[in-house]
């Protein structure tokens, strides 16, 4: 069964440390995976996509990992900032064609306290 | 920032009323998709559409109905609303084209629309 893994459920940290978030697949065939943030009340926003030969990727403070072999990634944010504090939420692809189906994990809860 | 618009953001009805939340984007994509999500729980899709004319059912079982006479438009329906439809409605779109390899495999989510059933 298609499945996608997040973990922590949810994350304390406190403003200028950083965290890294995981996530954790089963999905096959792999296409991208991809992160979005989603403030509360919000639609969710992405920060990246990551394909099937990429192994790290950056947006501003967040850099994301893959490891295709493991079918893991992780999502590191650095310096955090009171904004940080949302829901990450971690999506994979199945196929690389347009009928691909898009995985939702149930995200990680990141609160940011001054 | 996505071009892609929900309306309304909140609503409160009561049971049994007919509902529609409009969801239009401005991108010229051919997909558009709605989700369901509930609080800790992941997004799940109830509808997509691949184009003008073309309305599918998604993953989970929903009572809604939708209808793509427009690219730019993708309305969701509820004849008679009840309780058990409170949750957040999302609405995407994406620029992948019909044509493989095309477009950046984007999803652009609306900013939701909050329904609650009295």
């Known amino acids: 069964k298609n499945q996608v893994e997040q973990s922590p459920q949810s994350l304390i940290i406190l403003e200028g440390k950083n965290c890294t978030l995981q996530?954790?697949?089963?999905?096959?065939?792999?296409?991208?995976l991809r992160w979005y943030k989603q403030d509360t009340g919000r639609g969710p926003v992405s920060l990246t996509i990551m394909t099937f030969s990429e192994n790290t990727k950056s947006n501003r403070r967040y850099t994301a990992t893959l490891d295709a072999d493991t079918k893991q990634s992780s999502l590191h944010i650095t310096a955090s900032q009171l904004s940080d504090s949302a829901s990450y939420i971690c999506v994979v692809s199945d196929r690389g064609s347009t009928l691909g189906r898009l995985y939702f994990g149930r995200g990680t809860q990141l609160t940011v306290w001054p | 920032e996505a071009d892609i618009y929900q309306t309304p953001r909140y609503l409160v009805i009561g049971t049994g009323k007919k509902i529609t939340l409009e969801c239009s984007q401005t991108?010229?994509?051919?997909?558009m998709y709605w989700y369901q999500q509930d609080p800790g729980m992941e997004l799940h899709l109830i509808h997509y559409?691949?184009?003008?004319?073309?309305?599918e059912k998604g993953d989970l079982s929903s009572e809604s109905t939708v209808s793509r006479i427009r690219t730019e438009h993708f309305p969701l329906t509820l004849e008679s609303a009840r309780p058990s439809h409170t949750s957040q409605y999302l609405c995407?779109?994406?620029?992948?084209?019909?044509?493989?390899?095309?477009?950046?495999?984007?999803?652009?989510f609306g900013e939701g629309s909050r329904l609650t059933v009295l």
């Open positions: 995407a779109s994406s620029d992948l084209s019909l044509s493989p390899g095309e477009g950046t495999g984007e999803l652009f």
């Open positions: 996530c954790n697949y089963t999905v096959s065939p792999f296409s991208n």
């Open positions: 559409s691949y184009g003008v004319n073309s309305t």
């Open positions: 991108m010229g994509h051919d997909k």
